[in-house]
């Protein structure tokens, strides 16, 4: 059977987009998103997201999120951007979209050329939105994990998907890989978790890596600087209200936080290719 499917990527969040409004999601889409995803032997991506049929009244489409190992994820702020592109591109050809996704509807407005802004909604820090277990009951500003025999400073941000947010001196000499699945599998998250690894330039600019559950590291994820934003916010050490400019392994997203805790996101969107393959 030959499946068609589109790969884009935002900051190098790649992705396998597959239209998925009539047909539905593929029933088998959770070992199709492992196979597929697989670098080297198959298309490969950080997994797939599938484009459905609007669930809200005026919504323009409707995202799902399939991680590299079959799981899914309630929201991916790159994932939307290209979503967004590429209703844009098939026909929707609106300067604001309206996408339902698991964590709610979002408003995405485009800003130029494969440029979108994410209206993210609000971040909380509250334990119970994470989940996040053992850590107490007010906000987790700025507190002590320990993961594998190792004490980290960290702050806890959920913006529909969970993050665990970590100040470094030099992000670019953490082996990722040894340390990640300690975070990811942690017994004080219950559904696991993403974690970044935020370097402070300066108040305005953050360079960040990121270890993404079900995905391992990956170049960006939006939805972890929108969390990395959020949390230094938190911690005094970005302003609010203006425009913090975060450097990934896969490019630059510039986010805001505006009154109220809302988080607003831009960043670029962009078609490596599209084809048919056999599953």
Request: hydrophobic content about 40%; proline content about 3%.
């Amino acid at each position: 059977m030959k499946l068609s499917f589109t790969k884009m990527q935002g900051c190098a969040n790649d992705y396998i987009y597959l239209d998925c409004r009539e047909s539905g999601v593929p029933e088998n889409i959770a070992a199709l998103s492992e196979k597929l995803s697989r670098r080297h032997f198959s298309i490969g991506a950080d997994g797939i997201i599938c484009i459905c049929a609007a669930q809200s009244a005026g919504a323009d489409g409707m995202m799902r999120i399939f991680n590299a190992d079959g799981s899914e994820g309630r929201m991916c702020g790159n994932g939307i951007r290209c979503v967004a592109e590429w209703l844009y591109t098939h026909g929707i050809s609106k300067e604001t979209l309206a996408i339902d996704t698991l964590s709610g509807l979002k408003t995405v407005t485009r800003k130029g050329a494969g440029l979108w802004q994410v209206e993210m909604g609000a971040y909380s820090a509250m334990p119970a939105d994470l989940p996040a277990v053992n850590m107490g009951d007010g906000a987790l500003v700025d507190k002590t994990l320990t993961v594998d025999g190792k004490d980290w400073q960290v702050t806890c941000i959920s913006v529909g998907n969970p993050h665990c947010v970590t100040v470094v001196e030099d992000v670019d000499s953490l082996k990722l890989e040894d340390i990640g699945p300690g975070f990811e599998h942690h017994a004080n998250f219950p559904e696991r978790i993403n974690t970044e690894f935020v370097q402070v330039v300066d108040a305005t600019h953050l360079k960040m890596r990121v270890w993404e559950r079900g995905s391992g590291e990956t170049w960006a994820c939006g939805t972890g600087t929108c969390a990395t934003v959020a949390a230094l916010t938190e911690l005094g050490i970005c302003p609010a209200g203006e425009d913090i400019h975060v450097q990934l392994r896969g490019g630059v997203l510039t986010i805001r936080v505006l009154p109220g805790r809302q988080l607003l996101m831009t960043g670029a969107a962009e078609t490596v290719c599209e084809g048919t393959t056999e599953v």
